[in-house]
Each structure stands twice: as structure tokens, then as C-alpha cells.
């Protein structure tokens, strides 16, 4: 058992070395183009040139390197950060989750004897996931709060006289963040040639709001068919302003079952966590016999479903 526990220890360790590397060098990178850069404030399609193909590109194909690369999940993700306004690049994050990820189960190899006890480092990983995106979703909150101000702005200019675009424009100099992000976005875009409609319906798949949806039928409406579309913002601010008070409630409501929800999910996987690191021999069953792998898996089971279900009880769609 033991000369199985030193190889697996050298093994891991060689990993976490090899991921460390990488990670130094994925932190050091290469300075960001000018198109990426401004890729951050406008939608651009940018086609990579050979001189500018990464290592992965190079090494997997460009087929199979922009498969990989515009792969569902890390595009969500990518948003998702773009959206929680993190400054650090997806490669960087990855590259510090996975190595974080390694240490952490090569830690808990050490300590307990027992590869089982790796898998504890998923952690990591659902910690990190977790974190973004619960940032982002306080972005895209913070987002629908200031919907009602801002829609009174726009409507509000052009009953001076402004266009629609305008409108949004004199709502950029004084709206607060995010939504001056996502507003000054939406106007590049259109100032690039992307229709108005399509624009705004880029802001309401990146900030996931219903509501704002109803700005790019109205655009769209305004630009084939015309009308009092500042009477139509007023009502539709009106509206959106009724439902986050409806939402408000929704919330406040379900506070107490959010909070006991965390803690039933979290609480377990934290304390036999804690307790693998500060006394091993305490959970030594747990990974040492077949009852206990049993017992742990049948475990962890329960506890993802009960988080779903209550997961699924307080998230209430208004």
C-alpha cells in the first residue's frame, strides 16, 4: 500500500510541475492586439492570420483549434467573465483553476493515502464556476434595476427631438455601470453597420433580460413602421419597473431557502474536506474500504440532489 501511495504521490507531483509551467507561461502570455482589445467594446469577427496562430492552433490545426476554442462551454464562460467584468483572460483562469485543482488533490493524496480523495479537488473548479457566475448574475441584476432610469432617459430625449440612437447615446454619459457598458456596445455596433434590432438583441442574450428584449422589438418596430415610440418606452418602462418590484418580492421570499440551500450543499463537502487535511485518520474508512467508498458516493449523490431540488423550489420566473 505504501509503494502505491509513493508512486501515486510522484505521479501527481510530476503533473502539478508540469501544470505549473504551463500556467507561468499562460500568466505571462503575449501582449493583446489591438483587435482584441477592441473586440471588448464591439462584436468583431476576427480571423486569425499565421503569424498571430497560438500554440494550439498550430499544434491541433485550425479546425480543430477553433473547434475547441469556440466549444459551447467556454464560450459561455467567456461571457460569463466579460459580463462579471473580470480583467483576467479565460486561458489564464483555466490554466490557475487546473493547477489549483491538482494541488489541492495532490494535497489530499498526501494526507489521506488514498487516490479517492483527489476527486475532492473538483472543487475547485465548481468554486471558481460558481463565483463567476454569481458575479455575473449581480451584473445583470444591477442591469435590470437601472432598465426603468434609463428607459425614462431615452424616452425623455426623444420627445426633444432625438433619434432613437441618440436617445441611447445621452443615456451613456450618465448611466452608471454596466448598463453604460452594454449601451455604449450596442451603439458602436450600430455605428459599425449592425442593424439597431440586432445590436440590442446582442445585449439582451449577454445580460439574459427579458425585459430589454422589449427595446429591440421596439427599434425594430421604429424602423420599419414608425410611431410614437416615446410613448412606447415610457409604457415599457413602466411595465419593467412593476416586475422588479415583482421580483424584489420573489427574492426576498426565497432568501431563507437560497441560504439554507448553500448550506446544506456546501457544508458537508467543506467539512469532510477540512477534515481529510487536519485528520486524516478520522475519515480513514471513507477511503480505505469498499462500505465507505460506498457510503461517500451514495453521499455525495444525495447531496447534489438535494441542492437541485431546492434549486429548483425557490427559482420562481417572473
Avoid: C
Avoid at 445580460?207 to 421604429?222: R, T
Amino acid at each position: 500500500m505504501s509503494g502505491d501511495s509513493t508512486l501515486v504521490a510522484v505521479l501527481v507531483s510530476v503533473v502539478a510541475g508540469g501544470l505549473l509551467g504551463a500556467a507561468v507561461f499562460a500568466l505571462v502570455g503575449r501582449r493583446q492586439t489591438v483587435t482584441e482589445r477592441v473586440s471588448g467594446y464591439v462584436s468583431l469577427r476576427r480571423v486569425a492570420t499565421g503569424s498571430e496562430q497560438s500554440l494550439v492552433e498550430r499544434a491541433l490545426g485550425d479546425r480543430k483549434a477553433r473547434k475547441l476554442v469556440r466549444s459551447p462551454f467556454l464560450t459561455r464562460l467567456r461571457t460569463e467573465m466579460e459580463v462579471a467584468e473580470l480583467d483576467f483572460g479565460l486561458e489564464r483562469v483555466l490554466a490557475v483553476v487546473l493547477l489549483s485543482t491538482v494541488l489541492v488533490g495532490w494535497l489530499l493524496v498526501i494526507k489521506t493515502n488514498s487516490p479517492v480523495a483527489a476527486l475532492l479537488g473538483l472543487i475547485v473548479p465548481g468554486a471558481a464556476l460558481m463565483g463567476i457566475r454569481m458575479r455575473a448574475d449581480r451584473k445583470r441584476r444591477m442591469f435590470a434595476e437601472q432598465l426603468p432610469d434609463n428607459l425614462q432617459v431615452v424616452a425623455s430625449a426623444m420627445r426633444s427631438g432625438q433619434t432613437f440612437v441618440g436617445a441611447l447615446k445621452a443615456v451613456i454619459e450618465d448611466a452608471p455601470e454596466p448598463s453604460r457598458r452594454e449601451l455604449r456596445r450596442a451603439v458602436l455596433d450600430e455605428q459599425l453597420g449592425i442593424p439597431l434590432a440586432e445590436a440590442l438583441g446582442r445585449v439582451t442574450e449577454r445580460m439574459q433580460s427579458q425585459d430589454f428584449k422589449h427595446v429591440s422589438v421596439v427599434a425594430s418596430l421604429q424602423r420599419e413602421t414608425g410611431g410614437n415610440t416615446a410613448e412606447v418606452i415610457e409604457l415599457v418602462a413602466e411595465t419593467v419597473r412593476e416586475r422588479i418590484e415583482i421580483r424584489r418580492l420573489v427574492r426576498s421570499l426565497t432568501a431563507q431557502g437560497r441560504l439554507s440551500g448553500g448550506i446544506l450543499a456546501g457544508l458537508p463537502v467543506a467539512l469532510l474536506l477540512f477534515i481529510s487535511t487536519v485528520n486524516p485518520s478520522y475519515v480513514h474508512p471513507l477511503y480505505h474500504s469498499t462500505v465507505g467508498l460506498i457510503a461517500l458516493g451514495v453521499s455525495m449523490g444525495l447531496v447534489l440532489s438535494g441542492g437541485l431540488v431546492i434549486r429548483k423550489i425557490i427559482q420562481i420566473k417572473v
